[in-house]
T-cell receptor, first 113, second 116 residues
Framework: DAGITQSPRYKITETGRQVTLMCHQT?????MFWYRQDLGHGLRLIYY???????DKGEVPDGYVVSRSKTENFPLTLESATRSQTSVYFC????????????FGSGTRLTVV | AQTVTQSQPEMSVQEAETVTLSCTYD???????LFWYKQPPSRQMILVIR??????QNATENRFSVNFQKAAKSFSLKISDSQLGDAAMYFC?????????????FGQGTRLTINP
């Protein structure tokens, strides 16, 4: 029972490079989310998806791109990384018919130098 | 838009004592869910307790209980008999119960230290 898997766990990249963070869930949950965690801000929603091919912006979407061609995958791409995108990124999922619970991945710590 | 505020960036408590973490929120809705999540150094987000707004009874899970004051829009977490394993970041979160509303809104977090 793998649940929800994020990769990589740690990533260092240079300013201006494109980087993709991966998220894979094994339950076929309808909803998937990307959050970033920063000290003093808690977790803020970047993008979310209600189903394959349906995505929507969250609170802090600028500089990020998402796609969801398959229900189980929800990659997050930083098109041109900036130092302000140094953060811990969490993927989460939930099933619309299974109550209010969420399942989180273990996070990716991204450092942009 | 809904907001969640945790006004205590850090808290500390002696082992075996009781500590209360504060959380306030702002919403115009009457039906919603509130959560407390624990994040230990492993970074894993662990659901501690949740409360449905339409339930007047405060939720309890073993040593963890909440004081839900709907009119005051307050949702505090009480940890009794604190243990070293309780040391973590704690996040309060809100989710609307409206059809189609799926987003969790988080507070800033409170770092809890347990002193042996």
């Amino acid at each position: 029972d793998a649940g929800i898997t994020q990769s990589p766990r740690y990533k260092i990249t240079e300013t201006g490079r494109q980087v993709t963070l991966m998220c894979h869930q094994t339950w076929s949950h309808s909803y998937m989310f990307w959050y970033r965690q920063d000290l003093g801000h808690g977790l803020r929603l970047i993008y979310y998806s209600a189903a394959a091919d349906i995505t929507d912006k969250g609170e802090v979407p600028d500089g990020y791109v998402v796609s969801r061609s398959k229900t189980e995958n929800f990659p997050l791409t930083l098109e041109s990384a900036t130092r302000s995108q140094t953060s811990v990124y969490f993927c989460a999922s939930r099933n619309r018919d299974r109550g209010p619970g969420y399942t989180f991945g273990s996070g990716t710590r991204l450092t942009v130098v | 838009a809904q907001t969640v505020t945790q006004s205590q960036p850090e808290m500390s408590v002696q082992e075996a004592e009781t500590v209360t973490l504060s959380c306030t929120y702002d919403t115009s809705e009457s039906d919603y869910y509130l959560f407390w999540y624990k994040q230990p150094p492993s970074r894993q987000m662990i659901l501690v307790i949740r409360q449905e707004a339409y339930k007047q009874q405060n939720a309890t899970e073993n040593r963890f209980s909440v004081n839900f004051q709907k009119a005051a829009k307050s949702f505090s977490l009480k940890i009794s008999d604190s243990q070293l394993g309780d040391a973590a970041m704690y996040f309060c979160a809100y989710r609307s119960a409206l059809q189609g509303a799926q987003k969790l809104v988080f507070g800033q977090g409170t770092r809890l230290t347990i002193n042996p």
